[in-house]
Nanobody, 119 residues
């Protein structure tokens, strides 16, 4: 089992920045990939960025050049630095951990942190 807790959301004006953080606990040695997802009202949850255990990263097109995902394996955290925020970046941001233990895979989610981008 892995438990994830997100923090860092809030209200920011367009063009502003936020840094989201996700703290993992439990069987963190089993985590392979960590990711951030966003869910806007009335829309499906979508992948924003992900990072592997060897720091390979992937970004959604809308996040490229503005968002940076980083991971501290020793501290069991994954952060998402979001710059030049736009109203369309608003939503509930979730942290996800993909785990592998003895060839058994699992996915764990946090409860989310709200990001509002508005003037």
């Amino acid at each position: 089992q892995v438990h994830l807790v997100e923090s860092g959301g809030g209200l920011v004006q367009p063009g502003g920045s936020l840094r989201l953080s996700c703290l993992a606990s439990g069987l963190t040695f089993s985590i392979r990939t960590m990711a951030w997802y966003r869910q806007a009202p009335g829309k499906e949850r979508e992948l924003v960025a992900q990072i592997t255990g060897i720091a390979d990263t992937w970004y959604a097109d809308a996040a490229k050049g503005r968002f940076t995902i980083s991971r501290d394996i020793a501290e069991d955290t994954v952060d998402l630095q979001m710059n030049n925020l736009k109203p369309e970046d608003a939503g509930l941001y979730y942290c996800r951990a993909h785990t592998i233990v003895a060839d058994k895979e699992g996915d764990y989610w946090g409860r989310g942190t709200q990001v509002t981008v508005s003037s």
